[in-house]
């Protein structure tokens, strides 16, 4: 996972301070239970970039013509077909 456990707990706070701040949310649970379900939100998106990130560097290690990692083209192809895989797994419109 790209965060640690006290980074996503101390962004979930922040999240939930400022929605609650800017009158964005009413809260109707525990706060601590909405924190959970936001921490869970986070954790499930991270893996799911962490999915697709494996899937898209397998797919440039498959091209013919090999791509450095790094270089313009590559990165390039990298965003194009992450971009390609958020939208089949609906993180993203076509």
Request: charged share 40%; hydrophobic share 35%; glycine share 6%.
């Amino acid at each position: 996972m790209m965060l640690s456990e006290d980074k996503i707990s101390h962004l979930t706070h922040v999240l939930l301070k400022n929605l609650m701040a800017n009158d964005l949310v009413d809260l109707i649970e525990d706060e601590g239970d909405v924190r959970r379900e936001i921490k869970k939100t986070i954790v499930s998106e991270l893996r799911i970039g962490e999915e697709i990130d494996e899937i898209v560097r397998k797919k440039l290690q498959s091209f013919s013509k090999k791509l450095v990692e790094g270089t313009p083209e590559w990165e390039i192809m990298y965003r194009k077909i992450f971009r390609e895989e958020e939208i089949k797994r609906g993180r993203a419109s076509g």
